[in-house]
C-alpha cells in the first residue's frame, strides 16, 4: 500500500499537477492539505474518475483538508475533538479516515505566525488537542498515522541555516516540545530519506530561487504507531514534483507499506 501527505498549496491552482501525479505515482491513499476551497468546490468528480473517494473539510480561503483514497474509505472525520477556533472560528485543519485498513489523519498544524502572537498560542493549543486524538488511536493492532504539514521543523538540521530563524516559529522549543509530546502517546516519526541532497527537505519558500539553492525545511511529517511504522518498506520525498511552473512550494512524502 502507497501512501503520501501533500501539501497542495490550492487544490484549485494545482489541480492538473495532482492528477498527473496520481496517476504517476499511483498512491492508494492521499492526505492533502492547505487545500483553500469551499467543499462545494473540491474536486471530487475529477478525482472520482481516477478512483479515488475523498473526505473533505475545507471552507474556502487558507487552510482545508482531506483525505483520498482508492482503497475504500470509512469512519470518515471531519476536524478534531476539542481543537480550539480562532477568533471564534472553528478551521478546516484535520480530515480523518480508514483507507485499506489503515487509519489516517491529514492535518494542517496552524502556522503561528510570530512568537508570542495570539495565531502562536493557537497552534500550541491546536497542538495539544492533537495529541488527544493521537493518544486515542495510537493503541492496538490497527496501523494508525497522522499525516501532514507540521509547520515545524523537528530539529535544527531539518532547516537549511538555523542561523536564519533566529526568533522565528516553526523552530522554537515550545513547538518542538509537542511533537516529543505527541511520541508519548505512542506513534514516531517515519523518517523519509532524501533523492537529492543529505537533508529530505519538503517545503521550499517561492522566494530568493530557495528551491534552487535548496534553502528549504522539513515540515512535511508522518508519525505512525507500533502497527504502521511495522509495516514500512520505503519513504522518500518526491522533490521531482516541487520542479516546474505552477508547483506547490511543498514535495509529496511518499510512504510505501507492506500490510
Known amino acids: 500500500m502507497r501512501i503520501a501527505t501533500w501539501n497542495i498549496n490550492s487544490i484549485t491552482a494545482r489541480l492538473p499537477r495532482l492528477l498527473g501525479w496520481l496517476e504517476s505515482a499511483e498512491p492508494d491513499a492521499v492526505c492533502l492539505q492547505e487545500l483553500k476551497v469551499s467543499e462545494e468546490n473540491f474536486p471530487a468528480a475529477e478525482l472520482r474518475d481516477l478512483g479515488y473517494e475523498s473526505v473533505v473539510n475545507a471552507s474556502g480561503r487558507w487552510n482545508g483538508t482531506a483525505v483520498l483514497s482508492r482503497v475504500g474509505l470509512e469512519e470518515p472525520v471531519k476536524g478534531l475533538p476539542d481543537a480550539p477556533e480562532f477568533e471564534g472560528a472553528a478551521e478546516a485543519r484535520a480530515a480523518a479516515a480508514v483507507c485499506g485498513g489503515v487509519r489516517l489523519v491529514s492535518v494542517y498544524v496552524p502556522n503561528g505566525r510570530e512568537v508570542g502572537h495570539a495565531h502562536y498560542e493557537y497552534k500550541l493549543r491546536w497542538l495539544e488537542a492533537l495529541r488527544a486524538t493521537a493518544a486515542e488511536n495510537a493503541a ?71 528551491f534552487p539553492k535548496n534553502r528549504g525545511m522539513r515540515i512535511d511529517l508522518v508519525y505512525g504507531n507500533p502497527a504502521f511504522q511495522t509495516a514500512v518498506q520505503d519513504a522518500y520525498v518526491d522533490r521531482e514534483e516541487r520542479k516546474g511552473k505552477g508547483a506547490s512550494d511543498h514535495a509529496p512524502v511518499v510512504v510505501d507499506l507492506e500490510l
Open 140 to 210: 492496538g493492532e490497527r496501523p494508525f498515522a497522522i499525516l501532514g504539514d507540521f509547520n515545524i521543523a523537528p530539529t535544527d538540521a531539518d532547516v537549511w541555516d538555523i542561523s536564519a530563524f533566529d526568533g522565528a516559529t516553526h523552530v522554537t522549543p515550545a513547538e518542538r516540545e509537542q511533537l516529543h509530546a505527541l511520541e508519548k502517546t505512542g506513534v514516531t516519526e517515519v523518517h523519509p530519506r532524501a533523492l537529492k541532497y543529505d537533508v529530505a527537505f519538503t517545503y521550499w519558500d517561492y522566494r530568493q530561487l530557495c
